[in-house]
């Protein structure tokens, strides 16, 4: 909805999705890890070879983010420095909390937030993944307080799309103002 807004967009899933592509940066040191049973026939990744791997062995999702997280806080960092321009832009880093080593690279923390049954039914609909499968990955993440506590602003996900586009639209309209009084500051 922000980008919709005009506002620039730096996903770290989106950039892991491009690391992790077929010819993607990171594939040679997956495939050295953790062989050819994570990669498709493509080239790429699989996410669901790789998510069954963390499942059954406890190490595994941290040599993979000891692979994936540098690449991914570098490129973040190369792409925010090419929006230097614009009034402000949203860093999307669902492991923000969980990883902290974000944290210098923002001014604001805005979490989207709804209940943690709503989570689950949510990613469970959306992944078509079972409910352990889903409370698994939950597990290794922050809880909703931790995240909640780190938050500048919340942004309440548990309306409908309307709801959430007029609070979305409230908050550019505050980071505009914020982002304008920093220039001024600067000037």
């Known amino acids: 909805m922000f980008a919709a807004l005009g506002v620039p967009v730096v996903d770290t899933d989106t950039l892991a999705r491009e690391l992790t592509q077929a010819g993607g940066v990171a594939m040679p040191a997956i495939r050295e890890e953790f062989g050819d049973t994570v990669i498709e026939p493509s080239g790429a990744m699989s996410r669901v070879a790789m998510r069954m791997r963390m499942l059954s062995d406890d190490s595994a999702r941290g040599r993979l983010e000891a692979i994936l997280h540098p690449m991914i806080r570098a490129e973040a960092g190369r792409r925010l420095q090419q929006l230097s321009g614009a009034s402000y832009v949203i860093l999307v880093v669902p492991l923000l909390v969980e990883l902290g080593t974000y944290r210098d690279m923002v001014d604001r923390v805005l979490v989207v937030d709804c209940d943690e049954a709503m989570q689950l039914a949510r990613t469970c ?63």
């Open 125 to 187: 609909r959306r992944d078509g993944r079972s409910e352990a499968e889903v409370r698994a990955f939950m597990a290794w993440q922050a809880s909703r307080q931790a995240r909640l506590a780190q938050a500048d602003d919340v942004l309440g996900n548990t309306g409908d799309l309307a709801a959430l586009a007029a609070a979305v639209g409230e908050l550019h309209r505050k980071y505009q103002k914020m982002a304008g009084a920093a220039a001024e500051n600067i000037a």
